[in-house]
Every structure is written in C-alpha cells, then in structure tokens.
C-alpha cells in the first residue's frame, strides 16, 4: 500500500486538487502510469501519509487481512458487520413476529450470519421499522469500518480509506460503542473470507 496513486479512488484525489479537476479526469490520472510517482508524492501529502510508513508495517496479520481487502468487497464488508453489530436484534426477531419481514429483507444467510456471531452485537436496537432497517444497519457497518480504520492508527486507516469514496460514514470517528467493538467485528468478517 506504498504507492496510493494504485488505488487510490478518483475522488479522493480530485480532493488534493480542491475539486478543480474531476473525479472523471483524476480516474484518467491515476490510470496514467508515467504520472504514479508524482501523483503518489501529491497524495501523501494531502493526507499525511509520508511519515506513516513504518507504522504500517507494523500492524497485525488480522489488520493486514482488511487493509488488503479489494473496494468492491467493502459493501458486503459493512453489510456483514451491520448485521453482526446488530445480532441481538437479529435474535429477537427470527423466532417473533419480525422473522418472516427480517428474513424477507436480509435473506437466511445474512440472519443466519447474524446468529451466527452473535457474540460480538452491540447494544439492543430495534429493527422497526423493518423497512427502514437495511439502511441502518448498513450505516453501522460502515461505522464499524470507520472504528476499525480509528484503532489502527492514521497509516493503515488513512491508506485504507483512500480506497474508496470519501463519505460521512468512513471519514467520521464513530461512537464509542463502536470503537470498541467495530474493529473487532471488521477483523471477524474479514477474516472469514466472505468479502
């Protein structure tokens, strides 16, 4: 993750140019393999990243796991740790009247993935309105991404958040709850390989 130009997303680096250059012209950019180097150096720098480097060697294989996890998997990555942060409601629900919408709305396997790490849930929440529940626990995976990109510090989370669009949700310090928590339900579902 020594070269950001790699895979840094397009939008991150129309930020270095304080969005007078596209997010469509910096994807054109950052394709352009003569212009990786300088484009690398220009990134480090709005994002403070060139004295972080060997901080990032040093975290753990389990955080090496995440920090190396392709963009397009992050969906699936927050999906799965919003419903393991929200397994205790997921627990309520499968056996009340909530089960057979809940199932409806997330699919066996994600309630049954909730269960199934139910170990590692936040604090009680209620999934009514169950049609509004999706976006929640999603946000919370997102959350949880957040927490965990907190924990391990400004090189592997700055480096990581670099891979994806900028968003509220990611770029934010979340909850305390979920600082605690977060970090180690990203470490499960990566671990797991089902991103």
């Known amino acids: 993750m020594q070269n950001p130009a790699a895979y840094a997303h397009p939008e991150r680096l129309a930020a270095c140019f304080d969005r007078a250059i596209s997010a469509t012209a910096c994807k054109t950019l950052l394709e352009t393999k003569r212009l990786s180097t300088r484009l690398s150096h220009l990134i480090e720098k709005r994002y403070a990243l060139g004295a972080e480097r060997s901080a990032e060697e040093a975290i753990g294989e389990e955080d090496r796991r995440v920090a190396l996890l392709p963009p397009d998997a992050m969906a699936e990555v927050a999906m799965r740790a919003g419903v393991t942060y929200w397994a205790s409601a997921f627990a309520g629900a499968i056996t009340g009247s ?55 510090g400004p ?8 891979k994806l669009r900028p968003m509220a949700l990611l770029d934010e310090v979340p909850s305390a709850a979920l600082l605690e928590i977060g970090p180690q339900i990203i470490r499960r579902v990566a671990g797991q390989g089902r991103a």
């Open 98 to 152: 909530e089960a057979a919408p809940l199932r409806r709305e997330f699919g066996e396997e994600l309630c049954a993935y909730a269960l199934a790490n139910k170990d590692l849930a936040g604090p009680k929440q209620e999934l009514d309105p169950v049609d509004t529940a999706r976006e929640r626990i999603a946000s919370d995976g997102w959350r949880c991404l957040a927490a965990w990109c907190h924990v391990v």
């Open 155 to 162: 090189a592997a989370g700055t480096r990581f958040r670099l």
